[in-house]
Nanobody, 125 residues
Framework: VQLQASGGGLVQTGGSLRLSCAASGRTFSIYRMGWFRQAPGKEREFVAAISRSGSRIYYADSVKGRFTIHRDNAKNTVYLQMNSLKPEDTAVYYC???????????????????WGQGTQVTVSS
């Protein structure tokens, strides 16, 4: 599967952005999906994950209540709605796909086989 992330940009503190990750290739609904981010000089960190059906969702504590992940299997796309953005949310955001037979979520980078190219999110103070 190939992943194409988009929607990043520059926004002021408190603003919102919606990231999209479009998948092509094999049937999208077989993949568990996730969003990660990496700030300069830091390791890539987990942001949010969603199961194949969308029935299971998990967020990092740092974004809980502000970010929302959802997917549209008919459009082969997963989204990350980001509200109340903070300067510490500044990073390159990556989407990732994990094939698997279970309707579960994956929270670690090593659990994902496919990665998008990343999209830059910058939050100014």
């Amino acid at each position: 599967v190939q992943l194409q992330a988009s929607g990043g940009g520059l926004v002021q503190t408190g603003g919102s952005l919606r990231l999209s990750c479009a998948a092509s290739g094999r049937t999208f609904s077989i993949y568990r999906m996730g969003w990660f981010r990496q700030a300069p000089g830091k390791e890539r960190e987990f942001v949010a994950a969603i199961s194949r059906s969308g029935s299971r969702i998990y967020y990092a504590d740092s974004v809980k209540g502000r970010f929302t992940i959802h997917r549209d299997n008919a459009k082969n796309t997963v989204y990350l709605q980001m509200n109340s953005l903070k300067p510490e949310d500044t990073a390159v955001y990556y989407c990732a796909a994990s094939p698997g037979p279970w309707d579960s979520i994956v929270k670690v980078t090593t659990g994902y086989d496919y990665w998008g190219q990343g999209t830059q999110v910058t939050v100014s103070s």
